[in-house]
């Protein structure tokens, strides 16, 4: 879900970008030729300056990033404070920032890190990771219809929320990147501050086993 | 019953290998066609899983997690500030920012015991005036308190406003149309419902104000030379009204930010403001920071409904008064303020005197 912005200084530098061979018939840097770019390429304009770079990353993870800082707490605007101090530090900093995965997945780091970091400031109640009311990564899964039975759906439906329960926030936010956000164990490793890979997998793995009883219900859901 | 819980243990395991796969993962949440040969292919081989399969599958398109709106204005709003370069409170070092959450938590709790005062005033008040008048087909809603009486009112979009003494407020009925506009005089705050389809702009004599999302303090009483508005969470867009042009300078002001416009020679001053001197007066609390003795005597009058007449006032020109008075009454507060500045007092009826 991107979106355009229109900055006014958008195309305004043309004979830099030559060498970079990735110009319209006009001549000029616009988004679509970003859009074949890949994340290196992307940083390399970015920390020369280019605006149309730093609006282009804004707009392809502007979306996912809020989702996922929202994730976090239930205050919006803890979450677009956030935001916004990355985007301004990042701007500052942008000579001295080197992309080693992807754009996107230092992205999330960095707001992960400050988002906890505010909320600590700010003596946000769910703060406390594992022990909160409010529910980081609160996850559920959706039920169609199948049962005619009313009874027998509203109880199933009742142990299946309680089942997903007793997944721990960690493992839901590693649910979440995983099949929500489309990460790699690697990428997951990185952002949730793992030394390896393995123990992502195994976070995973117990997230699953977790949800065993969920599963089972699941099952039971869809073979009636 | 428990037939099926064992094929549900049986599956477990195939189940868990085709989750954590990631080229499966990819398969079901964007398919691609070589993606695709490949699964249908794998399927072939391994009949029995196809249960598996399938249910895998599904667990993974019916998780679900909490999803907010992110309007354009939200991303528009953060790009802006983002190239302003003016970084939050959580950073800069002053601790505002935990002033304003504690504002806002108490609030919440305020804005409940309000609304139930409000109801109540609804049916017994009678100094609460309710007059509305036909205008083509939509009425004219105005709500206006008399001096010493201070409202909260929720205007049908949602919006809560909660109305100073000596003020009032006009709207059209239902909000029809594809603005939402009051028109003010006098002091509001305003707690705007949000719906980015329709504005909600206050109009006061002087300017008017373009809200986005926001929390903000309008004051513009007649009687007083400086008109302000101060913005407490959102943003807002202050235009001046007496130039007609519509392309005239827009305003835009930040959170803690403050824009104030001078009738008398049509200056305006942008800054930051103190938000315990612009915003207590919703919590019932007068607050003077080096005001001047025409100030004071104003807003006392204004927010006790009294008539002050001053006997030697040439004795009070250089007055600075600082305090603060917390829900006190007339009484306790012409006192505090007469032992400190020397003076004396009498309070009959709607009259009090001040002889210095």
């Not at chain 1, 501050?193 to 086993?209: D, E, H, K, M, Q």
């Not at chain 2, 993606?35 to 399938?54: A, G, I, M, S, V």
């Not at chain 2, 398109?61 to 003016?86: A, M, P």
């Amino acid at each position: 879900m991107r979106r355009e912005l229109n900055r006014p200084n958008e195309n305004r530098d043309n004979n830099s970008d030559f060498e970079l061979g990735k110009k319209d018939a006009f001549g000029s840097l616009n988004q679509d030729s970003l859009n074949s770019l890949d994340d290196v390429r992307l940083w390399e304009l970015f920390r020369e300056g280019k605006e149309i770079a730093f609006s282009h990353i804004y707009g392809t993870h502007f979306e996912g990033l809020f989702q996922y800082g929202c994730q976090f707490t239930k205050n919006e605007s803890l979450v677009e404070d956030a935001l916004q101090d990355m985007f301004i530090e990042l701007r500052e900093k942008r000579k001295q920032t080197i992309i080693q995965t992807s754009i996107r997945n230092y992205l999330f780091t960095c707001l992960r890190r400050r988002i906890l970091l505010y909320k600590k400031k700010s003596n946000d109640y769910t703060t406390n990771f594992e022990h909160s009311r409010f529910r980081l990564f609160d996850m559920e899964i959706s039920t169609e219809q199948k049962i005619i039975d009313e009874q027998i759906k509203s109880d199933n439906k009742k142990k299946l929320k309680e089942a997903i329960k007793l997944i721990t926030n960690r493992q839901r936010e590693a649910i979440y990147c995983l099949y929500y956000e489309g990460l790699n164990y690697e990428e997951i490793k990185e952002l949730m501050g793992f030394t390896n890979i393995r123990s992502v997998r195994n976070l995973v793995y117990r997230a699953l086993a977790h949800m065993k009883s969920a599963l089972s219900l699941f099952i039971l859901w869809n073979c009636y | 019953m428990s037939q099926i819980q064992i094929m549900a243990f049986k599956s477990e395991k195939s189940l868990k290998l085709l989750l954590m796969d990631l080229n499966f993962r990819d398969w079901v949440i964007q398919p691609k066609p070589e993606t695709k040969r490949y699964w249908k292919t794998w399927l072939k081989n391994n009949p029995d899983k196809k249960e598996d399969f399938l249910l895998a599958k599904e667990l993974i398109q019916k998780l679900e997690f909490k999803r907010v709106e992110v309007s354009d204005e939200r991303y528009e709003k953060i790009f802006e500030k983002t190239l302003l370069g003016k970084k939050s409170n959580y950073v800069s070092k002053n601790q505002f920012f935990i002033k304003k959450l504690d504002l806002r938590s108490y609030w919440r709790v305020a804005a409940m015991l309000v609304a139930a005062a409000f109801i109540s005033l609804l049916y017994f008040s009678k100094q609460f005036h309710n007059s509305e008048g036909m205008t083509g087909q939509m009425e004219m809603i105005t709500k206006s308190n008399d001096a010493g009486r201070k409202s909260q009112i929720y205007l049908p979009d949602g919006t809560i406003v909660w109305l100073n003494s000596k003020s009032s407020i006009q709207y059209k009925s239902d909000f029809s149309g594809s603005i939402r506009s009051v028109n003010l005089s006098g002091e509001a705050y305003f707690e705007v419902a949000k719906d980015p389809s329709k504005k909600f702009i206050v109009k006061t004599s002087t300017m008017s104000v373009t809200a986005i999302g926001t929390q903000f303090n309008v004051n513009a009483f007649s009687s007083v030379d400086r008109h302000q508005v101060a913005l407490a969470e959102g943003k807002v867009m202050v235009q001046k009204t007496d130039k007609l042009n519509e392309d005239d300078q827009k305003i835009y002001l930040d959170p803690g930010q403050s824009l104030s416009i001078f009738k008398s020679n049509g200056q305006m001053i942008q800054s930051s403001f103190d938000p315990k001197k612009v915003l207590s007066w919703r919590d019932g609390v007068i607050y003077f920071d080096d005001a001047v003795f025409e100030e004071v005597v104003e807003v006392l009058e204004r927010w006790y409904g009294k008539t002050i007449i001053v006997q030697n006032i040439e004795k009070a020109k250089a007055w600075q008064f600082s305090s603060e008075f917390n829900n006190e009454t007339l009484e306790n507060v012409m006192r505090n303020i007469s032992y400190s500045k020397n003076f004396e007092y009498t309070i009959e009826g709607e009259t009090v005197k001040i002889i210095f």
